[in-house]
């Protein structure tokens, strides 16, 4: 029997959870030519939110094309231009020989390496074998729009974790070439989209950096209990199982209605049942949860010092004043530069987050529950 609850890929179909005035809002402004920056913590499912929407658009508007690059495993400015030419083609060309031969009209002057693998997956590869000079880059990131007026489409480029780019050597000048290429484009949008919001909000949000006031900056809210509840409720009763809904209400309420932790959680717990849902089977699956990631939170944390540490520790006990005496004695939390310090570090690798009344909180509910256990 196929379980009902998916986590660890892109939902789709049954699996994708209501988001319609969400997707209807990214359709409207892509299709419009308006450009998106969306932010949300990690596993809250921008890609899939991102990947319905643009399937959807596609659906209704046959002049539509959608380009999705990654940034995050992209490792210097010569895999960016070739991602990116290579994602933009074959994304407009359609068929794969189709865009073999594309690439070579469009790009056999810049790049010499023009592939395409074997297989049932066939892709696309093109490979720049030289630095690229500064005509070529241009004429790189012009290709979208240049390929749009030719065959009368309009393309949609997604960049997934785009604040990653900003790690790779010589990113100031890739950026300010981006600004001054696709901001002339008529027949382009661009959708950004990332985890790290303080990085996301200084490339987008900050008036001294090219991109500002470039997109549209969204901020992707979270499902409402209302909507996973039923969704919960059909996932055990469609596969012969019961769970009575004050269970379905406390899973809501321990995962934070985080969408990755909710769909994990009811994977260990639908597993876990026989016929119904018991309160022991719930706090079973509930460590269950907190285990298996446990490791990704030792990772994430090793690298922090001690004090970093003891703030997070201050955080997820609900420390109101870290800087006050009593809090820097209990915690070992320094000098108060150290403190200011610490705490832009920890907003920056997105352990700790404002929550708007001038109080820091840790916004991962699992990371939460298992920082408070150790």
């Known amino acids: 029997m196929d379980a009902p609850f998916q986590f660890g890929t892109l939902a789709t179909g049954k699996n994708f959870i209501d988001r319609v005035e969400d997707r209807a809002q990214l359709k409207q402004m892509l299709s419009s030519g308006i450009n998106v920056t969306l932010i949300s913590p990690r596993r809250w499912g921008k890609s899939s939110l991102v990947k319905m929407a643009m399937d959807e658009l596609t659906k209704e508007n046959s002049n539509i094309r959608v380009c999705y690059i ?124 990332g985890s790290k919001k303080h990085m996301m909000m200084d490339i987008f949000g900050n008036s001294q950096k090219p991109f500002y006031r470039f997109s549209n900056i969204v901020f992707m809210p979270k499902i409402k209990k209302q ?89 997820a006990n609900g420390e109101k004043q870290l800087s006050s005496e009593d809090a820097r004695s209990k915690y070992h939390l320094g000098n108060p530069n150290t403190i200011i310090r610490n705490k832009k570090i920890l907003m920056e690798k997105s352990f700790v987050e404002p929550d708007g009344n001038g109080r820091l909180i840790i916004s991962d509910p699992i990371f939460l529950l298992w920082y408070r256990s150790l």
């Open 70 to 193: 990654d940034a995050f495993s992209i490792n210097s400015e010569e895999e960016f231009y070739s991602r990116f030419a290579a994602n933009v083609i074959s994304c407009a060309s359609g068929k794969l020989e189709k865009a073999l031969k594309d690439a070579r009209k469009y790009l056999g002057g810049l790049i010499p390496g023009i592939t395409l693998s074997d297989g049932l997956n066939d892709v696309l590869s093109v490979n720049l074998r030289y630095k690229p000079q500064e005509m070529d880059k241009l004429e790189i990131l012009n290709l979208p729009e240049k390929i749009s007026k030719e065959k009368g489409l309009r393309i949609v480029v997604c960049i997934d974790e785009f604040q990653q780019l900003i790690h790779l050597p010589g990113y100031e000048d890739l950026e300010g070439k981006m600004r001054s290429v696709w901001q002339r484009q008529q027949f382009v949008s661009y959708c950004f989209y």
């Open 227 to 315: 909507d996973w509840i039923p969704f919960i409720l059909n996932g055990f009763s469609s596969t012969g199982k019961i769970i009575p809904q004050k269970v379905a209400e406390a899973i809501c309420d321990i995962t934070d209605c985080h969408s990755w932790y909710l769909q994990q959680l009811c994977y260990f717990l639908w597993t876990a049942t026989e016929k119904e849902v018991t309160t022991e089977l719930l706090n079973t699956s509930v460590r269950r949860l907190i285990d298996t990631n446990a490791p990704m939170f030792m990772s994430d944390t090793e690298k922090l010092t001690p004090s970093q540490r003891e703030m997070i520790r201050a955080v």
